[in-house]
Nanobody
Framework: QVQLVESGGGLVQAGGSLRLSCAAS????????MGWYRQAPGKQRELVAV???????NYADSVKGRFTISRDNAKNTVYLQMNSLKPEDTAVYYC???????????????WGQGTQVTVSS
């Protein structure tokens, strides 16, 4: 059994910054990709950023140059540093991880509960 717990969301003015964290725990053998998705009311969930186990990253065009994804493998934690925030960044942000679970051995996709990010003008 694996859990992802997110933190760091909140209310910030346009141009400000937030740092999201997501820690995975449980019967984990290893974690492959980790990432962040977001969803606004009435919209589909969209990929924000992904980081592979080796450190390679991919970002949505809308956040390139403003957001930075990173991870601490020793802590099974992924971060999303969000700078120069815009009102259109307002959404619930969900942590994602592709995890090789130790017992029983299998690959699984896991999601956090979501954390609200609100950017005001």
């Amino acid at each position: 059994q694996v859990q992802l717990v997110e933190s760091g969301g909140g209310l910030v003015q346009a141009g400000g910054s937030l740092r999201l964290s997501c820690a995975a725990s449980g019967s984990i053998f290893s974690i492959n990709a980790m990432g962040w998705y977001r969803q606004a009311p009435g919209k589909q969930r969209e990929l924000v950023a992904v980081i592979e186990s080796g450190g390679s990253t991919n970002y949505a065009d809308s956040v390139k140059g403003r957001f930075t994804i990173s991870r601490d493998n020793a802590k099974n934690t992924v971060y999303l540093q969000m700078n120069s925030l815009k009102p259109e960044d307002t959404a619930v942000y969900y942590c994602y991880a592709d995890i090789w679970v130790a017992a029983p051995p299998h690959l699984g996709d896991y999601w956090g509960q979501g954390t609200q990010v609100t950017v005001s003008s």
